[in-house]
């Protein structure tokens, strides 16, 4: 990276924290009457922790919740005291560190020049800006899933165990965190075997003079980076273990990180079912159960009859639950930058279709996270953690616009 771009990186770092910390200053009272319902929970989690010494709510320890998200804001609060402007300064932090993973990201696809775009996108998208004002878990779960994907870029072209046993430990605290990454952690498997090597190199421009290009895996570096897969399944095992075994020794029942999957599930599935946050008292079967291990599984179990009893239904849930996912606040002003960088984003997507090999490996992410949606309850809340990879995408069509632009106005 020449000084220039490297300036350029930090004064969009900078960007990112700055715009921030003056947004969560300016609108500190309206972010203070917003912790209600997830971030009230996730706030009074970290307050339990420090003041009880337990993980839990109602004055026991439970196992409904992923732990990693109320375990740092306990750390924060441990170290500063309850302060929620520190804590918001400090998931600022962790915005400018996902714009810096985007940059190295976009940078092993499309270039130096596409990654700056896309780390300044990602800076100032507005719909990010808002949430690091605010306790939810995908602050952190973020930049956690940033730095697996990189990591897995860099593993699949040059296999090394160190690389993969990196992954590993960021998938694990990812699903610690947010447990929708499990499925792409398996499904990424997919990329060593159908997409090979075919991922550009640091400061490369795609265009179509060298389209074609597609670097032929041989069968043992293939073999190499398959390798390096299973030990990157191994070590998110690893680090999602402990918590597993803590589970274990208190629900008495296999529960690997949460038991709010059936709750999940079942607000997505029942007759009913608005598409949308729906836990009604009446014809609730989960209502009245207090084990939270048997309410895991009676949901598990009533969403999978109420599929196979109405598949006409689930699909047209199905539907409504991605119009709610991918919708914006058309109102507002997140919602008419968000239908910007929503139209940029596919655009870039459609037209990467002819490299599809390097970008595969956004394609298994983007799939095995979408996926998971067409079953639990949705909301546009849900969908931010794919927004550095709209940003990616748009900065593609952005940049191949401009090139085809400035190839015209060279002619």
Partial sequence: MGPINRWMVGGILALALIVRVFYQA??????????????????????????NGYYGLFDKPWSYRPPLYPFFLSIVYRVFGHSRSIARVIQAGLAALSALLVFYIAREIIGETGALMA???????????????????????????????LLLLNGFQNPKIITFVAAGIAGGLAALCRPTVIPFLFLSILVPILGGDCFAPAGYAM??????????VGKRKRGRAIGGWAVMILAAGLTIAPWTIRNWRLQHAFV???TNAGTMLWMGLHPGATGGYHYPKENNPLYDMEDEVERNRAGIRESARFVFRYPGEFFRLAAVKMGIFWRGYLFTWSGRQWAIYGLLGLGGLLLSIRYWRRWLLLYVYLAAFVGPHLFVHSAARYRLPLHPLIAIWGAFLILRIWEKFNVRTRK
Avoid at 29 to 44: E, F, G, H, P, S
Avoid at 125 to 148: A, K, T
């Fill in 207 to 216: 265009t179509d003079e060298n389209s074609g290009l597609a670097i032929t």
């Fill in 256 to 258: 690997p990180v949460s």
């Fill in 119 to 149: 780390a300044f996108l990602t800076a100032a998208d507005f719909s990010l800006i808002h949430l690091s004002g605010l306790f939810l878990s995908e602050n952190l779960y973020i930049p956690l899933s940033l730095l697996l994907i």
């Fill in 26 to 51: 300016a609108a500190s009272d309206r972010m203070d009457r917003l912790v209600i319902a997830d971030m009230r929970t996730y706030d009074k989690l970290a307050v339990n922790l420090i003041q």
